[in-house]
Every structure is written in structure tokens, then in C-alpha cells.
């Protein structure tokens, strides 16, 4: 099944120390099914890559070589049409969500999708839903 895909399970795919068994079990349900992600997601991406260089956590040609790969991967960007909606307001207000982390509930909400996470409040807020995915779900899922 296709998920939401926010930027934090996706960037644990590039740092060692943040990689673990769900977020491999996430990239291989992306690569399997494809993901969506909201129009905010490549610029949140590329903010903590470029970090993560200037710390030293990472080279310019390995950040290259990170959006490479998830251009190459089955992920489609939601634009939410051409007016703006506001309506992650809600989310923010009923989870205590930063608006960008609401953008990620608020797809999962439209399109019945689960949400994959490696963000505590976020996943929270998504199960509560019962839209949290994780690795266990899709195996019972199949």
C-alpha cells in the first residue's frame, strides 16, 4: 500500500545512526507501492541535508548522491491544488503540531493513506488517527 512518507523517515535512510529496522522496512514499502509527500517535503529535505554537511555529518557529494536516490524512487508530490486551504489549522491545534508536521497528517487524512514517521508527536497524532504506519501493519496487510 502507498503511504505518506515525511521527511524524517526518509532522511533516516542516509545516516547510519538513524537507520533502523522500520525506516528499511519504509524505503522497501516505497520502493514496493510508492509514497506522497506534500510540496513542503524536497525543501525539508534538502535543509537537513545541507545541515547535516555543515556539521560534518555528511559530504557535498553524498547529499548529490541522497537526492539522486530519492528522485529515482516512486515518490509524487501533493500540490493541493492551486488555492491554498489552511485547513492543517485544525491538525495543529488538536495534536499541538508544527503546521509543516500537520501538512503530513493532513495528506494522510485526504487520501486514507497510513503515515510512515520516525517524529514521536507526529506518529502519536497519526495513530490516534489510526493512520500511523509501521512495518507490522503492512506485513498483517498483505
Known amino acids: 500500500m502507498k503511504l505518506v512518507l515525511d521527511a524524517s523517515m526518509a532522511l533516516s535512510w542516509f545516516f547510519k545512526d538513524e537507520r533502523v529496522g522500520e525506516s528499511v522496512a519504509a524505503l522497501r514499502s516505497v520502493r514496493q507501492f510508492g509514497a506522497l509527500v506534500p510540496a513542503l517535503w524536497s525543501a525539508e529535505i534538502v535543509h537537513v541535508l545541507v545541515k547535516a554537511e555543515k556539521r560534518g555529518r555528511l ?74 504506519w509501521s512495518a507490522r501493519r503492512r506485513q498483517r496487510s498483505r
Open 59 to 132: 559530504r557535498a557529494e553524498q547529499t548529490a548522491t541522497a537526492l539522486d536516490y530519492l528522485r529515482a524512487l516512486p515518490i509524487s508530490v501533493e500540490t493541493g491544488g492551486s488555492t491554498p486551504s489552511f485547513s492543517g489549522l485544525a491538525l495543529v491545534r488538536q495534536f499541538d503540531l508544527s503546521a509543516y508536521d500537520a501538512a503530513y497528517l493532513e495528506l494522510a487524512v485526504s487520501f486514507g493513506l497510513p503515515l510512515a514517521t520516525r517524529d514521536d508527536r507526529l506518529a502519536s497524532a497519526a495513530g490516534a488517527l489510526g493512520l500511523r
